[in-house]
C-alpha cells in the first residue's frame, strides 16, 4: 500500500528542497519506486488525498498508472477532502478508505 508518496524524486532534486536534501544521479535513480516498477511482486493500492499539494497528487496518479501500463495490479485511491497527514489515519478503521483496502489485499473481506 503506496500512502501519499514521492515516486519520482528528479522533480524534488530540481525544487528549492535541494537545498537540504543532496541527490545526486545514483540516489534518484535508487530511490525513485517509478524506476524499479519491474520489482513489483504484489498487487499495489495507490491513495492520495484531494487536500494535499498538486505535486503529490501527480506523483500518484502517475505511479499508479505507470504501474498498470507494467501490467501489474494496481487500484488508485483518492481520499476526497483528506490530506498528507489525515489519509494514513484511516488505515486504522476497517471502514475506512485505507483500512478496508488494506484487509481486501489480505483476503479478509466478504
Not at 495490479?73 to 483500512?99: D, I, K, M, Q, S
Request: with cysteine.
Amino acid at each position: 500500500m503506496c500512502i501519499s508518496g514521492m515516486y519520482e524524486l528528479a522533480p524534488v532534486r530540481l525544487s528549492k528542497r535541494s537545498a537540504y536534501v543532496a541527490f545526486d544521479d545514483a540516489t534518484v535513480e535508487e530511490l525513485s519506486p517509478l524506476r524499479h516498477l519491474d520489482r513489483l511482486r504484489a498487487p499495489v493500492v495507490v491513495a492520495y488525498g484531494t487536500c494535499e499539494t498538486p505535486e503529490f497528487q501527480r506523483q500518484n496518479r502517475e505511479f499508479a498508472a505507470a504501474v498498470a501500463a507494467a501490467g501489474k495490479p494496481v487500484r488508485l485511491l483518492v481520499g476526497e477532502h483528506y490530506n498528507h497527514f489525515e489519509l494514513p489515519e484511516t488505515l486504522g478503521n476497517p471502514y475506512g478508505l485505507l483500512g478496508r483496502a488494506a484487509l481486501e489485499l489480505m483476503g479478509l473481506t466478504a
